[in-house]
């Protein structure tokens, strides 16, 4: 249940007509809402909604604190505005938050007539007069409007910052053990998060045919769980590369309380100031290049290829999107607002041409937007049940940012609306015939059952 934040203030001192002006907005904007919901007044008055009233109990509750919200809804039109309110602890949602996300789509559909909107707007301004609540402060929301997609190194060192830097035992509350903030593999619905965690690790690797030995180099490291296991379980020199301080300095101390400090190695470092051509055997780049910008996709592809050994082996893990590009919407706004600045999505079929295009031969292609909906619930529900901690090192707000960033993503994974694929593919050699980079078939992946 959400931790309640306000005082109450005396129905006494509101006129009654701003009350029923409230009231009337609520009832046009939620009275066709498919489903049943339940909304407190900052009055203390509980209203139900919905086309199953009667039918089915409210799943969740609202808890309406500032009137003004409803102000704010009718005027800036569209969803963010509520997100915005609860960020800030002017609306609360008791119950199921899931469900609760349905409003977005019931509001992205909603159509009233031009009387019914003359009426919303009279009634929204009205409110304008309606005394100001005290609200305890949840803290400063994150917001990122200072970011504008050129994606230089300053830019994208920000940005990384921004979304990375939160604080290391904010995530380590949420995360498994090892801190993979990635997409899980689940080889059963009942696996727990670190197991399916570690069915991840082993998957790449195993996808990529790592061998003692090999160089291998993982961009955008985290905090050092691929590399760790990667050197520990397949014997090769590992390097990583992040751009944020503090994932850096939690992968050392990591490498170093393994004991690898002589096989991995991790630095803060741009993709686009990797040095060399021809020097690794393998590379891996597991949900980064969602930061990388699509403008910056083909200098991002050609790094890529020119750091890789000929016939050499290269995992591109990342989230895409549904649509051409990163047309502006309710959901890039939100997610550019608020969670990754910078951040851009894709077509997958448009990133594997973009792959081609850079002389890559694709040679596998694994869809796992059901692990990762299934990952993501797993991560709402460890933070939930550490919302006392997680407050002592973030806001109420930030922890109400992700904890809302994260259900949306995990209903948005499951509809198909976001997807996230593993493409991998190899180096095409100088010289014809083609060697064979991988197997002829995938027999290979699923023989060996993971015991670690």
Same mark, same amino acid.
């Given at each position: 249940?959400?931790?309640?934040?306000?005082?109450?203030?005396?129905?006494?001192?509101?006129?009654?007509?701003? *009350?029923?002006?409230?009231?009337?907005?609520?009832?046009?904007?939620?009275?066709?809402?498919? #489903?049943?919901?339940?909304?407190?007044?900052?009055?203390?008055?509980?209203?139900?909604?919905?086309?199953?009233?009667?039918? $089915?109990?409210?799943?969740?509750?609202?808890?309406?604190?500032?009137?003004?919200?409803?102000?704010?809804?009718?005027?800036?039109?569209?969803? +963010?505005?509520?997100?915005?309110?609860?960020? %800030?602890?002017?609306?609360? &949602?008791?119950?199921?938050?899931?469900?609760?996300?349905?409003?977005?789509?019931?509001?992205?559909?909603?159509?009233?007539?031009?009387?019914?909107?003359?009426?919303?707007?009279?009634?929204?301004?009205?409110?304008?007069?309606?005394?100001?609540?005290?609200?305890?402060?949840? #803290?400063? &929301?994150?917001?990122?409007?200072?970011?504008?997609?050129?994606?230089?190194?300053?830019?994208?060192?920000?940005?990384?910052?921004?979304?990375?830097?939160?604080? *290391?035992?904010?995530?380590?509350?949420?995360?498994?053990?090892?801190?993979?903030?990635?997409?899980?593999?689940?080889?059963?619905?009942?696996?727990?998060?670190?197991?399916?965690? /570690?069915?991840?690790?082993?998957?790449?690797?195993?996808?990529?045919?790592?061998?003692?030995?090999? /160089?291998?180099?993982?961009? #955008?490291?985290?905090?050092?769980?691929?590399?760790?296991?990667?050197?520990?379980?397949?014997?090769?020199?590992?390097?990583? +590369?992040?751009?944020?301080?503090?994932?850096?300095?939690?992968?050392?101390?990591?490498?170093?309380?393994?004991?690898?400090? %002589?096989?991995?190695?991790?630095?803060?470092?741009?993709?686009?100031?990797?040095?060399?051509?021809? &020097?690794?055997?393998?590379?891996?780049?597991?949900?980064?290049?969602? %930061?990388?910008?699509?403008?910056?996709?083909?200098?991002?592809?050609?790094?890529?290829?020119?750091?890789?050994?000929?016939? @050499?082996?290269?995992?591109?893990?990342?989230?895409?999107?549904?649509?051409?590009?990163?047309?502006?919407?309710?959901?890039?706004?939100?997610? *550019?607002?608020? $969670?990754?600045?910078? #951040?851009?999505?894709?077509?997958?079929?448009?990133?594997?041409? @973009?792959?081609?295009?850079?002389?890559?031969?694709?040679?596998?292609?694994? *869809?796992?937007?059901?692990?990762?909906?299934?990952?993501?619930?797993?991560?709402?529900?460890?933070?939930?049940? /550490?919302?006392?901690?997680?407050?002592?090192?973030?806001?109420?707000?930030?922890? /109400? $940012?992700?904890?809302?960033?994260?259900?949306?993503?995990?209903?948005?994974?499951?509809?198909?609306?976001?997807?996230?694929?593993?493409?991998?593919?190899?180096?095409?050699?100088?010289?014809?015939?083609?060697?064979?980079? &991988?197997?002829?078939?995938?027999?290979?992946?699923?023989?060996?059952?993971?015991?670690?």
């Amino acid at each position: 249940m959400a931790r309640s934040t306000s005082t109450t203030l005396p129905t006494s001192r509101v006129d009654p007509g701003l *009350n029923e002006a409230a009231v009337r907005i609520i009832h046009k904007l939620l009275s066709r809402f498919d #489903g049943s919901l339940a909304l407190r007044l900052w009055n203390d008055a509980t209203h139900s909604f919905g086309q199953r009233v009667g039918q $089915v109990a409210p799943s969740f509750t609202l808890v309406l604190r500032d009137p003004k919200v409803l102000r704010d809804l009718v005027l800036k039109r569209g969803p +963010i505005p509520l997100a915005d309110a609860y960020f %800030h602890g002017r609306l609360d &949602v008791e119950g199921d938050l899931y469900a609760a996300l349905g409003l977005k789509h019931h509001f992205q559909t909603l159509e009233l007539t031009g009387r019914e909107r003359a009426a919303l707007l009279l009634d929204a301004l009205r409110l304008a007069f309606m005394p100001a609540r005290k609200i305890a402060p949840a #803290g400063a &929301v994150p917001t990122t409007r200072q970011f504008h997609h050129d994606h230089s190194l300053e830019s994208d060192r920000a940005a990384i910052s921004h979304h990375y830097d939160v604080s *290391n035992d904010f995530y380590k509350l949420f995360l498994d053990e090892r801190m993979v903030y990635s997409c899980a593999y689940f080889h059963a619905a009942d696996d727990t998060l670190e197991a399916a965690q /570690r069915q991840k690790l082993d998957h790449i690797c195993r996808k990529l045919r790592l061998a003692p030995g090999e /160089r291998f180099l993982d961009i #955008g490291c985290g905090w050092g769980a691929l590399v760790i296991w990667a050197a520990r379980h397949y014997g090769v020199k590992a390097h990583g +590369i992040t751009l944020s301080q503090a994932q850096l300095d939690e992968a050392r101390k990591r490498i170093a309380a393994e004991g690898l400090e %002589h096989l991995i190695t991790v630095e803060l470092r741009d993709y686009r100031a990797l040095e060399g051509e021809g &020097v690794y055997d393998k590379v891996s780049s597991v949900g980064m290049f969602e %930061h990388v910008g699509l403008a910056n996709l083909p200098q991002y592809h050609a790094t890529v290829h020119r750091v890789l050994k000929p016939n @050499g082996l290269f995992l591109n893990h990342g989230i895409t999107h549904e649509e051409d590009g990163w047309q502006p919407s309710v959901d890039t706004e939100f997610i *550019n607002r608020y $969670v990754f600045p910078d #951040g851009e999505l894709d077509r997958v079929s448009a990133i594997q041409a @973009g792959m081609e295009r850079a002389q890559f031969e694709i040679q596998d292609v694994e *869809n796992l937007r059901g692990h990762y909906a299934r990952t993501l619930r797993h991560w709402v529900s460890r933070l939930e049940a /550490r919302h006392d901690e997680a407050t002592i090192y973030v806001s109420e707000a930030t922890y /109400r $940012v992700w904890r809302l960033y994260m259900a949306a993503s995990a209903l948005e994974f499951e509809s198909g609306g976001t997807g996230i694929y593993q493409i991998l593919a190899s180096r095409r050699p100088d010289a014809r015939p083609y060697a064979q980079p &991988v197997p002829l078939t995938r027999r290979d992946l699923y023989d060996r059952e993971i015991t670690c």
